[in-house]
């Protein structure tokens, strides 16, 4: 695996070497997102010469934590990191000294609810109030049966087809070096390219009512249709890699944007950042790279400047509305086709943490078949006493954690928290991203009621926000996800520079949708340009 994963301070050093002796370099960075500050961080590092422009008034991008007036916060972005993220941790924990916590993940709280069907239901009651209603086969029933005597839970019915396959993929050292693009494409990587979530689930499961569990408790139903690649990918990235890793998930205490904020403020003097600077025109000339920028709070303030090195991190669903010359054709099918997952969170300001107090749920989430999808707990007054049982997979969707645990400090329980009330992907995201805020809010509470009907009452609710990524100028959409074909007909198109014009962002690394792919991109761009 150290082919496919290797660590980040033998890239910084290799960076290092590389760079040793050359010219310093002028380079422009579009975009402060993760891509972006860590581009400019580690360039100016070198004592290289880096301008940023940035069009939106904030660093970070889509690492953005929403602050309530009382101190209580959640994540409009970016809200969790695998331990097996070391390019995350080391930005996080070495560079801006940040203190972490357990993020207790959705499966990890076993007093949390199902809401299916119509059907409520505990997690840790299931076998009893959920499968007993469903119309699966004797084999899913047996299966479920027996993971949960086992003290496993439902993700088995995920977790049973991937496994076999996860081991097919590792076994072979030249399909795991395709699936990460290491080495060529082979075969059997090209066929799983072309083969969706949905229809791969569907040769494991054979009835209806199973497929639609395994949609509901993952919140995957709605992206059935994406590459299964995607989700290997995404699957093999969190196992541990190190003896003294387990899989687990941790936060940033404060909130993420603790990230970019304090990466930002150890920027060096030879880094100046331009807020308010949209691009509307990129231009590939014979020796620069043509820059036209634009004031978004005066129209009629127009700048254009050609630079010697460009690295570009805006999202490919912006671009797309982007001037662009001289890009070769490749390059535009890419941006053209590239897809985007719509995505969004509605973060329900509480004035009692009801869940705690009278749920005992202390992080974790819930899930429903309705729109709203997930509801995640705060993770912030939850206690780890030890670990009591961890599931056999480990990665993002199929892993679980039971912890012997407490709450931090009792009062806390009966105080204020940021319940995330709907955190929806793909169609519903979209749905529910077209009414109003308010709309938004109303539609979120109504589905909570199923099982937590404190959320109606007068005054629990005193404030509310709300992100639909795509919406957002300067985002497009909430992360690169790509459809079947895509990987193979679009990623090294996707990365490939254009002259001194080059590429980074999640969207250009196969961490899609993680600030660890925004950091590979941003890193191997770096190695890309001092090897000039």
């Not at 969190?238 to 944007?257: A, C, H, K």
Request: aromatic share 10%; glycine share 6%.
């Amino acid at each position: 695996m150290d082919t496919i994963f290797e660590p980040i301070k033998s890239k910084l050093h290799e960076i290092d070497s590389i760079d040793y002796g050359k010219p310093r370099k002028k380079i422009v960075i579009l975009g402060a997102g993760m891509a972006g500050l860590v581009s400019a961080y580690e360039l100016s590092k070198l004592g290289h010469e880096v301008t940023i422009y940035e069009a939106s008034n904030r660093v970070g991008g889509r690492v953005w934590t929403k602050r309530f007036a009382d101190g209580q916060y959640h994540e409009f972005g970016a809200m969790r990191i695998p331990e097996a993220h070391d390019h995350t941790r080391y930005y996080a924990k070495d560079v801006c000294k940040l203190d972490f916590r357990r993020f207790v993940n959705d499966h990890d709280e076993d007093d949390a609810f199902y809401y299916i069907k119509g059907i409520k239901s505990q997690h840790k009651k299931a076998l009893e109030e959920l499968i007993p209603k469903l119309n699966l086969t004797l084999g899913e029933k047996e299966i479920v049966k027996r993971a949960i005597a086992n003290d496993e839970n439902l993700l088995v019915l995920l977790g049973t087809p991937f496994a076999s396959l996860l081991e097919e993929i590792k076994s072979k050292s030249e399909d795991l070096e395709a699936l990460f693009a290491k080495g060529p494409i082979t075969s059997r990587i090209q066929e799983l390219d072309q083969l969706s979530l949905g229809d791969f689930l569907r040769r494991f499961v054979n009835s209806q009512d199973a497929l639609d569990l395994i949609g509901a408790i993952t919140a995957l139903e709605v992206w059935w249709d994406k590459a299964v690649t995607m989700f290997l990918r995404d699957e093999i990235s969190q196992e541990p890699r190190e003896s003294n890793q387990t899989g687990l998930l941790d936060e940033i205490v404060g909130g993420l944007d603790l990230l970019p904020t304090t990466l930002a403020s150890k920027l060096q003097d030879n880094v100046n950042i331009n807020y308010g600077r949209e691009v509307i025109s990129l231009e590939k000339q014979q020796e620069k790279i043509q820059v036209v920028l634009r004031n978004t709070k005066d129209k009629s303030d127009i700048q254009s400047i050609d630079c010697d090195y460009v690295i570009c991190t805006i999202p490919f669903a912006v671009l797309r509305r982007i001037k662009l010359i001289g890009l070769s054709e490749a390059k535009n099918r890419a941006i053209r086709n590239l897809s985007y997952a719509s995505s969004i969170k509605v973060l329900l300001h509480c004035r009692e943490r009801f869940w705690e107090s009278k749920y005992k749920i202390i992080g974790g989430g819930s899930q429903t078949d309705l729109i709203n999808r997930s509801i995640y707990y705060p993770s912030d007054n939850f206690r780890p006493m030890a670990v009591r049982k961890m599931s056999k997979t480990k990665g993002l969707h199929t892993s679980f954690v039971r912890y012997d645990r407490e709450v931090i400090d009792k009062d806390v329980s009966k105080g204020p928290g940021v319940l995330l009330g709907s955190y929806s992907w793909g169609a519903d995201a979209r749905r529910l991203g077209t009414l109003p805020h308010k709309k938004r809010e109303e539609v979120v509470k109504n589905t909570i009621a199923n099982f937590h009907p404190e959320i109606m009452e007068e005054g629990m609710v005193d404030d509310s926000a709300s992100m639909f990524w795509d919406e957002y100028d300067w985002a497009g959409g909430a992360f690169c996800f790509m459809n079947p074909g895509d990987f193979v007909r679009y990623y090294e198109d996707t990365i490939a520079p254009e002259g001194k014009l080059f590429f980074a962002g999640e969207h250009c690394s196969l961490d899609q949708g993680w600030i660890q792919g925004a950091i590979i991109s941003a890193l191997r761009t770096i190695k890309d340009i001092v090897s000039q």
